[in-house]
């Protein structure tokens, strides 16, 4: 997760602007200019308070920094709401060039949750979101009958194999996170709709949608037409994981046919597999000698070492090391003294160079891949921090979450090996490639309809299509019809599960995350093509190669100054997101799944 961008900013002095057309008279190109130079200059300048106020609420959980951190919350909506408005107005302006138009559909769409303009609807809004942001992060569901918080129960949730532990850990979790912000959540909705139709645009969501460089409608079709490529795959990693699952549970627990129950998938939110590898991987093949855990466990990591050693992927391509400030202001650990939230996310504090990522970092596979991730995102914010204001982000927000995503896929054997965590004995023999491909399509395969299935159900709630009175019932039908899982114990319309995920409470949009899937997997091809390599794809590791590097860090400079096309191209060649490198990858992977399928029930 990235926390910057327009949408985080507040600025108590927005009032002190009034535009050049206030007379009613028809704005002209240089006004239009003279307005985007004013309020690229204003959030320049108010970022850094409101970005450190965020930074202190999500650290440091009091009454206090809540409190802070809705003023200021409210303050940015009604700024970003006032100029978002005042863009739509500056652009029916005679003469603009195709650049100011595009910086003037930036403002227009630059707010998550864009509140209307009477009075009090910014702060109501503000605190809304507020409260149920930190519902979330001081949300525990229970163990045994004891309290967990979050990020244990997460990493229990990998661990546990007991079916009526896993039952009761997603039942606490959901109804004690999820089901007590259902009211808040809808009157939000409400709140939020209204702003966007002030803002010209049919709902929340087709605001959303409308940050891709092409009409929202067009959207959703580039979204589906990528899912529909890559369903086979899953429909197969499907297949062979229940099959798998009913072998080690029985039919009372895990049936052959039909849905996978969701708690028994290793994760809190089925979203990702890989957690029981375990359990699926084939004879012989699945076995890869190693462990990535176990080894940062034997070599003796610490948080410390972890990170320096992420930071040491982006320095063997030439890129410069990260500021000192870097390591004396991020959170790298859980904080016993007070409540914070552990979910990771990377930092641009003051847009130069006071970069920071926010976790609770255990010493894990997975908090190995997560660092390199939102280290990712650090690497991007400081490339494109030359630019205008309005242009440092990325190209679009799948591509500042496949950056990480795409260097954490060079997390090969080799790799472990030239860092010394594997010993060259201990690399798998080609005869381990179906289990190598195996473990990253729990992760990756699995993750790619539960990535499109958060916004769906936030699109079909912003535009009525999922009543009020039917979010549980919508979020459970399309976890049903896309990822092909169904609940531990039946659901009803006082519960909320959609709110026991991170993402919706915090309204962080996660189209950019399926994106991130599918673009990682580009990038990935494209710097192994680059490097020239010669294997199999998901063997490659450019690790060292300061010529992808340089290619890389060119795109990484251009952030949101050109369309996302462009900036796809600058680095692949392309100008089209696809899974087609994604299916590559994972070709004999399918091939192998086709023929151990043979004679199960496909789909559910």
């Not at 060039?97 to 998550?112: C, K, S």
């Not at 864009?114 to 992060?137: K, N, Q, V, W």
């Not at 130069?352 to 997975?366: A, Q």
């Not at 050109?562 to 070709?587: C, H, I, N, V």
Request: hydrophobic share 40%; net charge neutral; charged share 25%.
């Amino acid at each position: 997760m990235i926390r910057t961008g327009i949408s985080t900013l507040a600025l108590a002095a927005m009032l002190a602007f009034t535009p050049a057309h206030a007379q009613d008279a028809a704005p002209t190109a240089a006004e239009a200019q003279a307005f985007i130079d004013k309020v690229q200059a204003e959030y320049t300048a108010f970022n850094l308070t409101a970005s450190r106020v965020a930074w202190i609420n999500a650290t440091y959980i009091t009454d206090d920094s809540d409190a802070l951190a809705a003023e200021y919350g409210a303050r940015g909506t009604e700024m970003a709401v006032k100029y978002a408005l005042e863009a739509a107005k500056y652009q029916k302006a005679a003469g603009l060039t195709a650049e100011q138009q595009r910086q003037l559909t930036m403002l227009r769409g630059a707010i998550t949750l864009p509140a209307p303009t009477r009075p009090g609807a910014a702060d109501e809004l503000s605190t809304i979101a507020t409260r149920i942001g930190s519902m979330y992060g001081k949300g525990k569901g229970t163990l045994n009958g004891k309290p967990v918080n979050g990020s244990d129960i997460e990493a229990a949730m990998g661990e546990s194999r007991n079916p009526e532990e896993l039952k009761e850990m997603w039942v606490s979790w959901h109804d004690q996170v999820g089901a007590p912000m259902r009211g808040d959540y809808a009157r939000m909705v409400g709140i939020a709709n209204e702003g966007a139709k002030e803002l010209g645009f049919a709902d929340t969501g087709a605001m959303w949608r409308s940050g891709y460089d092409m009409p929202p409608a067009d959207f959703i079709k580039l979204t589906d037409g990528i899912w529909n490529d890559l369903k086979p795959l899953y429909t197969a990693l499907h297949t062979y994981v229940r099959a798998k699952l009913n072998a080690k549970y029985g039919d009372a627990v895990q049936p052959k046919t039909g849905p996978i129950r969701a708690d028994l998938l290793g994760n809190m939110w089925a979203q990702e597999w890989g957690n029981i590898y375990d359990i699926v991987a084939p004879a012989g093949a699945g076995d890869l000698g190693y462990d990535v855990g176990e080894l940062l466990t034997a070599k003796g990591y610490d948080w410390k070492k972890m990170v320096e050693t992420g930071e040491g992927f982006y320095s063997s391509l030439g890129m410069e090391k990260l500021p000192e400030s870097f390591w004396e202001r991020s959170q790298f650990l859980k904080p016993r003294d007070r409540e914070v939230q552990c979910h990771a996310s990377a930092w641009d504090i003051d847009e130069k160079d006071d970069l920071r990522i926010k976790m609770c970092i255990k010493v894990n596979s997975d908090d190995f891949v997560t660092i390199h991730h939102e280290l990712g995102h650090n690497y991007y914010q400081r490339a494109y921090k030359a630019l205008p204001q309005l242009y440092r982000n990325g190209a679009n927000d799948g591509f500042h979450e496949a950056i990480g995503d795409f260097v954490a896929l060079s997390i090969t054997p080799d790799y472990l090996v030239q860092i010394g965590l594997l010993d060259q004995s201990k690399v798998p023999s080609a005869d381990k490639d179906i289990g190598l491909l195996l473990r990253q399509a729990m992760d990756k395969v699995a993750f790619l309809p539960f990535g499109l299935i958060v916004d769906k159900w936030r699109w079909g709630v912003f535009d009525g299509s999922i009543p009020t009175g039917g979010y549980e019932a919508g979020w459970n039908k399309l976890r049903l019809d896309y990822q092909g899982i169904v609940p531990p114990v039946a659901r009803d319309e006082t519960k909320f599960d959609p709110g026991a995920k991170y993402h919706i409470p915090n309204n962080t949009p996660y189209a950019r995350y399926f994106l991130a899937r599918v673009l990682q997997f580009q990038f990935y091809k494209a710097a192994c093509d680059q490097a020239g390599w010669k294997g199999p794809l998901h063997r490659c590791s450019f690790f060292g190669n300061k010529e992808v590097g340089a290619k890389l860090n060119k795109m990484l400079e251009m952030g949101a100054s050109k369309p996302w096309p462009d900036a796809l191209q600058a680095f692949t060649g392309s100008r089209e997101m696809s899974g087609k490198a994604m299916a590559e990858y994972f070709a004999p992977l399918k091939a192998w799944l086709d023929k151990q399928n043979k004679g199960q029930p496909k789909g559910w």
